[in-house]
């Protein structure tokens, strides 16, 4: 059984020393990784750029609100996209409402398209047996005008009969 005392050295936190260590193998390893990085790319640029619009000082109120000042932008910037796209929206109802008005409108006329090719069909047909009588009846007509030609008496032949 551990006495008391070894009971209170166990569950004590870790010495000064042996933090301090920690803490300075923890901030060489910070140190580092900012020292590994690339700060003359592109976008390492960009992106300090970008940070500069939000992070005018270096001030421990500056550092604490950077969250909430990246997230208020982000924000914005959202409420600018809806926005945009709210616009957009509204024009797409409206080519869409369009969209219906020509399709019934199509309806309309195809309908009206069918019904009058329905009675011109009727009229067609009539006009075809019409054309096809006119064409017996001038036959018949040339075949009375061979035969009035053939079998009628001149006009001298008639006084002569009289």
Do not use: Y
């Given at each position: 059984m551990a006495t008391p005392t070894e009971s209170a050295e166990q569950g004590k936190a870790?010495?000064?020393?042996?933090?301090?260590?920690a803490a300075s193998s923890h901030l060489t390893k910070k140190v580092q990784k900012a020292l590994t990085l690339r700060i003359d790319s592109q976008t390492s640029r960009d992106s300090l750029k970008c940070?500069?619009?939000?992070?005018?000082?270096?001030?421990?109120?500056s550092r604490?609100?950077?969250?909430?000042?990246?997230?208020?932008?982000?924000?914005?910037?959202?409420q600018e996209f809806v926005s945009s796209f709210s616009t957009l929206e509204r024009q797409l109802e409206s080519l869409d409402r369009l969209v219906v008005s020509l399709d019934s409108a199509v309806e309309r006329a195809g309908e009206q398209l069918r019904v009058s090719r329905s009675e011109t069909?009727?009229?067609?047909?009539?006009?075809?047996?019409?054309?096809?009588?006119?064409?017996?009846?001038?036959?018949?007509?040339?075949?009375?005008?061979?035969?009035?030609?053939?079998?009628?008496l001149s006009e001298a032949d008639t006084q002569i009969m009289r």
């Open positions: 870790p010495s000064a020393p042996a933090a301090t260590a940070l500069s619009g939000f992070f005018h000082e270096n001030t421990v109120h604490r609100n950077l969250r909430s000042s990246i997230e208020g932008q982000n924000l914005l910037l959202h069909q009727a009229s067609l047909e009539k006009a075809a047996a019409l054309r096809k009588e006119c064409m017996a009846i001038e036959s018949k007509q040339e075949v009375l005008d061979k035969f009035l030609s053939r079998f009628r």
